[in-house]
């Protein structure tokens, strides 16, 4: 159980465009989603928590018009990045969690963006 | 505030033997503790958690952890190492009267060497 499925685990865009990453939890509601942006051989920096039906909270230096988070469903939020440029080329990683401090966080597989 | 340490980069062991990763914590309340494992190009996975109860957790593939109340630790071990333990682990924490928000350490990366 608690299955978190992340599309796409791949994508190459050209400078300017944007692109949407989708987090969903397959079988169970996450109140809460987390997105987190990982750097070569570094850890996690959590970018974002997402609640549903209300406005992302964002990480102090990320900005928010271009990281766009939509928590519309206890089932689906979304990342679009806006604008890329190849500076955002890097590993995207959705988790969910049930709303218990006890409960460990779900993590989909990840998507690798490359902006040319 | 919440804070969590690995301070190794890198654990380098041989295959067949035991394995730890350390993992130090500070918070204001109790410790919801995790580690969880990470694959190349994957998200991470959930190993096991401490929350309360016996010091000695148990978890995925053999692995455990041992929580230290009196250290502030909780390191991750395993008895006998495989060539595919090699990952990278990231040890987590959540504090009882603090952030919802969980605080990951910077990882280890684990080899193990055939």
């Known amino acids: 159980g608690a299955v978190v499925s992340q599309h796409p685990s791949w994508v190459i865009c050209k400078s300017g465009t944007s692109v949407k990453i989708e987090c969903r939890s397959l079988?169970?509601?996450?109140?809460?989603m987390f997105w987190y942006r990982q750097f070569p051989k570094q850890s996690l920096m959590l970018m974002a928590t997402?609640?549903?039906?209300?406005?992302?909270?964002?990480e102090q230096g990320v900005e928010k018009d271009k990281f766009l988070i939509n928590h519309a469903s206890l089932t689906l939020s979304t990342l679009t990045v806006t604008s890329a440029h190849p500076e955002d080329s890097s590993f995207y990683i959705c988790?969910?969690?049930?709303?218990?401090?006890?409960?460990?966080?779900?993590f989909g597989n990840g998507t690798r963006l490359t902006v040319t | 505030a919440q804070s969590v340490a690995q301070p190794e980069d890198q654990v380098n062991v041989a295959e067949g033997n035991p394995l730890t990763v350390k993992c130090t914590y500070s918070?204001?309340?109790?410790?919801?503790l995790f580690w969880y494992v990470q694959y190349p190009n994957r998200g991470l996975q959930f190993l096991l958690k401490?929350?309360?109860?016996?010091?000695l957790v148990k978890g995925s593939y053999g692995f455990e952890a041992e929580f230290n109340k009196s250290q502030t630790s909780f390191h991750l071990k395993k008895p006998s190492a495989l060539v595919s333990d090699s990952a990278l682990y990231f040890c987590?924490?959540?504090?009882?009267?603090?952030?919802?928000?969980?605080?990951f350490g910077r990882g280890t990366s684990l080899i193990v060497h055939p």
């Open positions: 988790s969910a969690s049930f709303s218990t401090v006890n409960s460990p966080l779900h």
């Open positions: 997402s609640n549903e039906g209300s406005k992302a909270t964002y």
């Open positions: 918070v204001s309340g109790n410790p919801y």
């Open positions: 079988d169970f509601q996450a109140t809460t």
């Open positions: 401490y929350i309360t109860g016996d010091n």
């Open positions: 987590a924490v959540r504090d009882g009267r603090g952030s919802y928000i969980p605080t």
